[in-house]
């Protein structure tokens, strides 16, 4: 069927922007015009946005039968909308607008030189009902779903695509968590719950100003992608919720994540690449990522981790400037023996703290592995992990680094660091095993094995990452009727 609604078009940005309101006028008069067009009464307002790119065509969701009653299922609806607009990929692609409302649905699949537009007003819901969740394909790097063999398809999901945008005037996607979480707590579930969005073997990706909340697990999965923007994301979960974490770039090079707010029940942010012989095998490290201008507070997890799951190697990371309030440790390292592969070239700076269990943790003893399939020689190479300028208050341990037996973390420098303690603090502030390296201007001063060097500055790279220099157009929405 041809959508003949003037609401799916072609479209000059500049041009409708200074005539939205001539536009609106012609689009109802063209109404009277197409039988199967019913003009409608919501008016959008005239939308500007940031972009990787902007579209020819756009259309609303209720254009394709979408009902925003927070009762009707809209699943059908946003296959419909986006399976049509996918025709447009080739002719300058296409935007999909979520006009306010409440607009109940299971998993849809993203297609390519897209964008998906949840208005400020908007609010998606994750459906109930399990049968809305199609069960898809394991990540080949993990082997296995990450709570039991299977997994299902995650609320936004996209494959295989290129130039995809999923944005909104802080539109809200709200997962109603509440029934997965108990289900997992219980051990009703013989499936990995799903994420709010997940997005495999991409490029050119951008997630933005969005609110999630109660994802029913994770919220922002990116996996086997490169060149991806996140920013302006704010991430609501109950602290006490099972594996809510923020955002987990995976597999990835070239990422952007900045000017994000997390509350957690798990990582604010957790970095990962593959897990145990199944990452080895697929051999995709993390790399090349700027986190930034993150505010985190988790209390039972890290502000970010770097693992567990970290077998196709993770290298050159920098995070910068990141507010951590009432979470359990800083920029974290997780692995465990039978990972192998490595923790590279990692650098903070900027750090401000304040209630923290730890400030500065390392684990090489995480534990869990996929199957009993792991090697118990593939060792991970923990080194060059670089940490400056970090002020941290209400502190109950300094540093718990704990490397590997035989295989110890070395390379590690921190310098300028202020922590002051808890009125309970540890008696033993810097508690290291099997680590090596320098520290300088640290206060309280750190464990033998990280002698003084002074004077010193821990590195921090001056060159920019392809991904700093990537710069979103400017984009509009007409005024429209919905
Ligand atoms: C995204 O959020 C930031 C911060 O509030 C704001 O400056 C920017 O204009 C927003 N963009 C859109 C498209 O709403
Ligand atoms: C989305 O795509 C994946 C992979 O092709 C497929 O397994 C899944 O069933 C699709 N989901 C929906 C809702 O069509
Ligand atoms: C997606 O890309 C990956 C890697 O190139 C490939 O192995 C997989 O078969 C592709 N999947 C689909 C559904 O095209
Ligand atoms: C987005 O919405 C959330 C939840 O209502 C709010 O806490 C946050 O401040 C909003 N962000 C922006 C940038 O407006
Ligand atoms: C999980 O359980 C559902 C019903 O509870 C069943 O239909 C499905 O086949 C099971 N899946 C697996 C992978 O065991
Ligand atoms: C300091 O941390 C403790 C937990 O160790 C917490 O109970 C207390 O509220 C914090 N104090 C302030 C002033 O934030
Ligand atoms: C030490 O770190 C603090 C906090 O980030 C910063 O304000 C100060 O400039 C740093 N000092 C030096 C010498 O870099
Ligand atoms: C120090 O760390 C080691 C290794 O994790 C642990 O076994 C030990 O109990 C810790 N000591 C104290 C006093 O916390």
Partial sequence: MENLCPNLKSRNSQVIEMISTTFLLLGLALCLHVAECTPKTTPLDNIVFSALNCRKHSAVLTDFGGVGDGKTSNTKAFASAINKLSGLASDGGAMLI????????????????????????????????????????????????????????????????????????NGTIDGQGAPWWKKFRNGELNVTRPYLIQILFSNQVQISNLTLVNSPSWNVHTIYCSDVVIQWMTVLAPIDSPNTDGINPDSCTNTRIEDCYIVSGDDCIAVKSGWDQYGNKVGMPTQQLVIRRLTCISPDSATIALGSEMSGGIQDVRIEDITAINTQSGVRIKTAVGRGAFVRDIYVRRMFMKTMKYVFWMTGSYGEHP?????????????????????????????????????????????????????KPKKLQWNCTNVEGVTSNVTPPACDLLPEKKPMECPFPEDRLPIEDVKLKSCSIASTVA
């Fill in 98 to 169: 979520v006009p306010p409302g409440k607009w109940l649905t299971g998993s849809f699949n993203l297609t390519s030189h897209f964008t998906l537009y949840i208005h400020k007003d908007a609010v998606l819901l994750g459906s109930q009902d399990e049968s809305e969740w199609p069960e898809v394909a394991i990540l080949p790097s993990y082997g296995r779903g990450r709570d039991a063999p299977g997994r299902l398809s995650s609320l936004i999901f996209g494959t295989n695509l290129t130039d995809i945008v999923v944005t909104g005037g």
């Fill in 371 to 423: 199957d009993n399939g792991f090697d118990p020689k593939a060792l991970p190479e923990i080194k060059r992990i670089n940490y400056r300028d970090i002020v941290a208050e209400n502190v109950t341990y300094s540093a718990r680094l704990d490397g590997i037996t035989n295989d110890p973390f070395t390379g590690i420098c921190i310098s300028n660091v202020t922590i002051t303690l808890t009125e």
